[in-house]
C-alpha cells in the first residue's frame, strides 16, 4: 500500500471516530506493553500508547514454531516520542538473527470524544522490511461497562500491509483481552498483570501457515 493512501485511510478513520463515539471513557487498564514485533501496542500491531514519560518498558515474546526469541526495549525521552529496538532470533537456522530500531511520535493525545494519533515507523534502517505506520486509539466505556480500546491504523510494508486494528476489553483493571486483525490474519490473547508494572501475554497468532501459540513477558518504570 502506498505511504499516501496510508496517511488517506488513517484522516479517514481520524474524522469517523469522534462521530462514532458517545461517551467518553477509560483506555484498557493493563499497563502498556511491547507488542511482537516491538512498538508497544497489541499483539503484533502497534497502538498509540507510549511507555510513560522519562520511561521504558522491556519485554520479550516466545513463538511455538516460529520464533525463539523477541526481545525488545522501547523508551519516551521526552514527550510523546518513543524509541525502540528488538531483536529476534527466529527459529528456522536458515534465517538470520536481527537487531531492528523503531520510532513512534503520539501527534495528538485522546481528550473527550477525540482520538489519540500516532505515527511511526519499524525498521527504520530497512533491514528486513521498513514499514511506516499511522494508528488511532479511542476509548469507550459506554453506560459503564466493560472499559473498550479501539486502535484502527494502516500500514505500508510487508510487515503491515495496509488497513489493521485491535480492540482491547478491560474485563479487569489486571485483564485485558485482546483480539486484532495484522493486516492479513487474526491474532487474540490475555494481557495479564500479576503485579505492578509486570505484565504477562498469552497469545495465539496466524504466520500465514498456521495458527501457533506463544507468550510474553513485559516490565514498565521510569527513571
Known sequence: MSRAL??????????????????????????AAPSLIGPTGAIVTPTTELPPLKGFNVGYH???????????????????LELGVTWYDPADPTLDQETLFS???????????????????????????????????????????????????GGSGDMLDGFFGSVKLALHEDVDVIGEYDSSELNFGLRLRPYQNLTVDLITVDN????????????????
Do not use: C, H, M
Open 103 to 153: 520510532a513512534k511520535y503520539l501527534l495528538v493525545k485522546e481528550e473527550g470524544n477525540n482520538p489519540a494519533v500516532a505515527v511511526g515507523v519499524w525498521d527504520i534502517a530497512d533491514d528486513v522490511d521498513q514499514t511506516f505506520y499511522g494508528v488511532i486509539s479511542k476509548g469507550f466505556n459506554l453506560k459503564g461497562e466493560v472499559p473498550i480500546t479501539v486502535n484502527l491504523g
Open 6 to 31: 496510508v496517511l488517506a485511510v488513517v484522516l479517514t478513520l481520524v474524522l469517523a471516530v469522534p462521530v462514532l463515539a458517545q461517551d467518553e471513557g477509560p483506555a484498557a487498564t493493563v499497563t
Open 208 to 223: 500465514r501457515v498456521d495458527r501457533e501459540f506463544g507468550a510474553g513477558l513485559a516490565y514498565t518504570a521510569t527513571w
Open 62 to 80: 516466545w513463538l511455538n514454531n516460529t520464533l525463539d526469541t523477541s526481545a525488545k526495549l522501547n523508551a519516551t525521552p521526552i514527550d510523546k
